[in-house]
T-cell receptor
């Protein structure tokens, strides 16, 4: 089955800096790659996703890039703010199968 | 106006007991899911279910069983609880029909003593 590796496990940045979280996947048939943000005590919330027919997608301060050849995708957050502090999860899926999640990255943005 | 709700939010019980967690979604979605999040924050799918098909993760013990009284509800029943069942359990739903975005509930923290 699919295996998703996520790095780093923790990431500390200063407010205003950029943050990058990287994921790799094993199943070349995977074609859907969402990113979720989980704040303390809450459920994960979808923040952005990308499908395999697209190389990059942006939504305000966040962007996701996908390299199908290398089987990796990344989340980029620019101009980080303290409210960006949370655990971020990448995931991958083949077609409409269930999601396989990475192990999460705890992002801490210091004022 | 909560989209996906779960009850209870916290559940403390003793080993060997049987317990249930309820989940309801008011989004009109066709597919619902149960996830387990362990102490290291690892999210793992347990079940996915729509009105036609139940998909069970083969690693889930048969002490866990989902029950769906209707399309908007997917409850999780756990028999003979064990210490290792302590975790946060999340319910989620998606529209299906080509829409893969999943919406998660707030979670139920289960502690088995």
């Amino acid at each position: 089955g699919e295996n998703v590796e996520q790095h780093p496990s923790t990431l500390s940045v200063q407010e205003g800096d950029s943050a990058v979280i990287k994921c790799t996947y094993s199943d070349s048939a995977s074609n859907y790659f969402p990113w979720y943000k989980q704040e303390l005590g809450k459920g994960p919330q979808l923040i952005i996703d990308i499908r395999s027919n697209v190389g990059e997608k942006k939504d305000q301060r966040i962007a996701v890039t996908l390299n199908k050849t290398a089987k990796h995708f990344s989340l980029h957050i620019t101009e980080t703010q303290p409210e960006d502090s949370a655990v971020y999860f990448c995931a991958a899926a083949v077609g409409y199968s269930t999601l396989t999640f990475g192990k999460g990255t705890m992002l801490l943005v210091s004022p | 106006d909560t989209a996906v709700s779960q009850t209870p939010k916290y559940l403390v019980t003793q080993m060997g007991n049987d317990k249930s967690i309820k989940c309801e979604q008011n989004l009109g979605h066709d597919t619902m899911y149960w996830y387990k999040q362990d102490s290291k924050k690892f999210l793992k799918i347990m079940f996915s279910y729509n009105n036609k098909e139940l998909i069970i993760n083969e690693t889930v013990p048969n002490r866990f069983s989902p029950k769906s009284p209707d399309k908007a509800h997917l409850n999780l029943h756990i028999n003979s609880l064990e210490l290792g069942d302590s975790a946060v359990y999340f319910c989620a739903s998606s529209r299906g029909q080509g829409k893969r975005e999943q919406y998660f509930g707030p979670g139920t923290r289960l502690t088995v003593t």
